[in-house]
Structure formats: C-alpha cells, structure tokens
C-alpha cells in the first residue's frame, strides 16, 4: 500500500507542477483582460450609486494644504457629459479632492470621469475610487455596461441616462 500511495503523491505532483506552469502561461492573458474590465464595470456601478457622475475637463486644479501625506485640492472643471444628474454639457464645476501627497497636480485640459454624492448641496467626491482619467474606450466601455438597464435611453443626448 505504502508503494501506491507513493505513486499516487508522486503523480499528483508531477500534475501540480504541470499545472502551475499551464497558470503562469495563462494568467497574465487572464489578469490583463481583468483589469481592463474592472475599472468599466467599477465606473457604472458608481453612477448607479452616487448623485452625479460626469466627465469633466479641469480648468484649473490648485492645491488649498497639505496635512500629514494627504493634500487638499480645489479644481475647477467644466462638464463635457453627464451620465447622472442634473450637470449640462458646458456647465462649471468647482468640487475638492483629497489625495495623497505624491500624486501629480491636475493637468490643465485633461478629462476625468468623476462621481459625486451631495451633501447639503456641495459635491463631494466619497473616496478615491470615485475619480478616474477619461478615455474614449473606457467612456465606450461603461456605456456599453449601462445599456443593457435600459434606463433613461430616450432622453436627448447631453443628459443624464442612468
């Protein structure tokens, strides 16, 4: 029995072995296309759960203090589309972000999809997992995950869909 189970251990690692190696040939093909669909599918689930979500153009981005590794950031933006909420194509925003101090300023002119809550009326942005760099594919990406609701798909286009 003792020769059998020997066996048995043997070929079960020689099976893991094959199997770990299968895994590193797949999983960077399986980590890519991962993370390229997490961020779309994070964006529509934060315009389905905040007040507002946009994509904005930064004005101007100036950073209000610094406190221990975290720096306060007041930016100016205009709003380029709206998936969510009242906000106009053209319409400024002002709104603050908190990050920590090593991330680069705001770059004038680039476009961010951003999401919002409200509270007493001022737009606050509810964590760092609320503001993103635009890119047509991701825009793409997201509606492409919005559609299927079917929510709001007569509305004209510049408007809040979902």
Not at 47 to 66: F, N, P, Q, S, Y
Request: hydrophobic residues 40%; proline residues 7%; aromatic residues 10%.
């Amino acid at each position: 029995m003792g020769g059998v189970f020997r066996s048995f251990l043997k070929a079960a690692q020689g099976l893991s072995l094959m199997m770990f190696l299968i895994c590193l040939l797949i999983a960077p093909s399986l980590a890519v296309e991962e993370e390229e669909d997490f961020l779309p599918r994070l964006i529509a689930a934060n315009i389905r759960g905040t007040d507002m979500t946009v994509i904005l153009e930064i004005k101007e981005g100036k950073r209000v203090r610094t406190l221990g590794g975290y720096a306060l950031w007041h930016i100016s933006a205009e709003v380029v589309r709206s998936f969510k909420g009242e906000f106009l194509p053209g319409e400024k925003v002002e709104y603050n972000r908190t990050t920590e101090t090593e991330f680069p300023p705001p770059e004038k002119g680039s476009r961010h999809i951003v999401s919002f809550v409200l509270e007493e009326g001022t737009l606050v942005i509810p964590d760092e997992g609320y503001h993103f760099p635009w890119s047509p594919d991701l825009e793409e990406k997201v509606d492409a995950l919005l559609v299927p609701s079917g929510a709001f798909l007569d509305r004209p286009a510049g408007t809040s869909h979902y």
